[in-house]
C-alpha cells in the first residue's frame, strides 16, 4: 500500500497559503494547490500499516489506503472511483472536515500523519477538471415518491442515494439557494459556492427536484407531505444558544450565524436589510469553535478596528494531551487560517455583563477570570477568581456559542418524539422516527456536529429509507461502497 518506504522518504506537505494582507481584501479560497507530483508523494506516505485505524476514525468509512495508494500509482480517475464510493461530495469534506482520519493514522504516532483531507481534495478536484464527474441517472423507476426536509449535507447525499435507488426525490430548502448552513454559515473564503453549485447541477441532472424559498410547517402545510411514500428531515440544530446576562438585548451584541449569514448573502447579492458590520468596529468574538474562527475571518474581512476572542475553557496544550491519546480525536491547540489572520485570544474568561449608552448601543462588556474545579466522579465546577472582573469596550459582540438543538416546528406539526436534548429521536439503526414513515438524519437527529457525520447519516438514513419502502435495498452500508466488489 502505497510506496514501501515512501512515509521515510518524504515529509508532510501542505498546501500553501495566499499572504494574510493580500487573502484578507476579498472573500475567495486562498490555498494553493500542490503539484501532482507532489500530491502523489503524499499519497506514497501511507505506509502498509496492517490495520488503518484512518477509516474507522472517518464517520463514513472511506477507503484511505485505497485511494491513497491509487494516488501514488498516478491512477487518479480509479482514487475517485474509491473515494467516491463512500461520499457523495468529498469537495465539502476536503475542505471543510476536521479530518479525525488524520488524528487516527498509524503513521502520527510516530511521525506527522498523511495528508488525508488534502489528497481528498486533490482528487475530487482533479476529477472535475478532467470531466470525469458527470450525471448518472438512475436505469429504472421505483415509482415511490420521497420528501427531503432540508438541503444541507446530509439532505443531500440522502437525496443522491435515494435516486439513485430509482425513487422519485423532491428536495425542500426555505432559503433562497441550496446548501443549508454549507452555503449560508460557512464564510465563502472557506468554501466558494460556486464549488455547491457545480454538484447541485449533476444532482438536478440526475433527476433530483429542488424547491426553495419553502419552510415546511410555515408556508408548506405539513399536510402536502402526505402525497409522499416516505419522507427525510435532515434541517439543522439551528437554535442558537445565547448568553442571560445583563444587557444581552443590546444593540451589536448579535448571533454569529446571523452575521456570517448576512455576509454571505450580501456577497452574492442577495437581499439583506440592515446588514450588521465590523468595520472600524472593536470586535469581541465570544466561543473559541469554528463558527468563533470564521467570525474572526470574515470581521478582519470587513475591516474591524481589532478582533478579540474569548473562550471559558482553559487554553489546550500545543501537543496532544495525554487524556485524548492516539488514536483518539486529540485535545491540543487549534490555531486556524482566521486566527493567523489577526486576533486577540482569550481563555478561562467568563462575560458578566454589556455596557450600554442610554440609547441601548453596547459600548463595553464586563468580565471575570475563572477556573474549573475538578473532582474525581463529579461535574466540573466554573469558579470566578475574585478581583479579576475587567472592562472592554467593544462596539460589535458576535455570539458564537453553539447551538442547542433544532427547531421545534416539524417535531410539533409531524408528531415527532424528542430527546432530551430535544433531538428528533430516531433508532440509530434504522434513522426511523415514532412516525413509521419519516424518517431524520444529520444535525437534526444527532445535534450540531462535523460535515463528515451529516452525509454519514444521510447515506446510512437513505438505505434505510429503501429497505422500508422496498422490503431490500442494494444501496451501501457505512464502509461499503458503492463499488462492485466493495
Not at 453596547?362 to 468580565?367: H, I, P, R, Y
Amino acid at each position: 500500500m502505497g510506496k514501501v518506504t515512501g512515509f521515510k522518504e518524504f515529509e508532510r506537505k501542505n498546501e500553501s497559503l495566499v499572504a494574510v494582507k493580500e487573502r484578507i481584501q476579498n472573500y475567495k479560497e486562498f490555498t494553493i494547490p500542490l503539484k501532482t507530483n507532489d500530491i502523489e508523494k503524499q499519497g506514497s506516505r501511507c505506509m502498509d500499516c496492517g490495520i488503518p485505524f484512518c477509516h474507522s476514525a472517518c464517520p463514513l468509512g472511506n477507503l484511505i489506503p485505497d485511494f491513497n495508494d491509487m494516488v501514488h500509482k498516478g491512477e487518479w480517475k480509479k482514487a475517485l472511483e474509491i473515494l467516491h464510493a463512500t461520499n457523495n461530495f468529498p469537495e465539502f469534506t476536503g475542505r471543510l472536515c476536521p479530518a479525525p482520519c488524520e488524528q487516527a493514522c498509524v503513521l502520527g504516532i510516530i511521525k506527522p500523519s498523511i495528508t488525508i483531507e488534502n489528497l481528498e481534495k486533490s482528487i475530487v478536484e482533479k476529477g472535475f477538471s478532467e470531466g470525469w464527474i458527470t450525471a448518472k441517472k438512475p436505469t429504472a423507476s421505483t415509482g415511490k415518491r420521497i420528501a427531503i426536509v432540508g438541503s444541507g449535507p446530509a439532505g443531500l447525499a440522502a437525496a443522491q442515494q435515494l435516486n439513485r435507488a430509482g425513487h422519485n426525490v423532491t428536495v425542500f430548502e426555505r432559503d433562497q439557494a441550496i446548501g443549508g448552513l454549507l452555503r449560508y454559515g460557512i464564510p465563502n473564503f472557506k468554501l466558494e459556492k460556486e464549488i455547491i453549485d457545480r454538484r447541485i447541477t449533476i444532482l438536478k441532472k440526475e433527476g433530483i427536484t429542488f424547491k426553495t424559498n419553502i419552510n415546511v410547517g410555515v408556508n408548506y402545510s405539513v399536510k402536502e407531505l402526505n402525497n409522499f411514500d416516505a419522507i427525510v428531515l435532515c434541517g439543522g440544530a439551528t437554535q442558537r444558544r445565547s448568553l442571560q446576562i445583563k444587557g444581552s438585548d443590546a444593540k451589536g451584541v448579535v448571533q454569529a450565524m446571523d452575521f456570517l449569514t448576512q455576509q454571505t448573502k450580501v456577497l452574492f447579492g442577495e437581499e439583506t436589510k440592515d446588514q450588521i458590520v465590523a468595520t472600524d468596529k472593536n470586535v469581541i468574538v465570544i466561543g473559541g469553535g469554528d463558527t468563533g474562527s470564521d467570525c474572526i475571518g470574515t470581521s478582519n474581512r470587513q475591516g474591524a478596528k481589532s478582533v478579540t476572542n474569548f473562550e471559558i475553557m482553559p487554553k489546550p496544550p500545543v501537543h496532544r494531551s495525554e487524556t485524548t491519546p492516539w488514536p483518539y480525536w486529540p485535545l491540543k491547540l487549534k490555531t486556524s487560517t482566521s486566527h493567523e489572520e489577526g486576533c486577540d485570544r482569550n481563555w478561562l474568561i467568563s462575560t458578566k455583563e454589556f455596557i450600554t449608552d442610554k440609547n441601548g448601543n453596547l459600548t463595553a462588556l464586563k468580565t471575570v477570570q475563572v477556573e474549573w474545579i475538578h473532582k474525581p466522579g463529579e461535574k466540573p465546577i466554573l469558579k470566578e477568581l475574585p478581583n479579576t472582573e475587567k472592562i472592554w469596550p467593544c462596539d460589535l459582540v458576535l455570539l458564537a456559542l453553539g447551538f442547542t438543538g433544532p427547531e421545534k416546528t416539524l417535531s410539533e406539526q409531524l408528531g415527532i418524539e424528542t430527546d432530551f436534548r430535544t433531538n428528533y429521536k430516531a433508532s440509530t439503526k434504522t434513522y426511523q422516527t415514532n412516525v413509521p414513515h419519516i424518517f431524520t438524519a444529520g444535525d437534526m437527529r444527532r445535534g450540531q456536529s462535523l460535515i463528515v457525520w451529516a452525509i454519514s447519516e444521510g447515506r446510512e438514513a437513505a438505505r434505510n429509507v429503501d429497505e422500508y419502502l422496498m422490503g431490500y435495498s442494494n444501496l451501501p452500508t457505512k464502509g461499503k461502497g458503492d463499488l462492485p466488489g466493495v
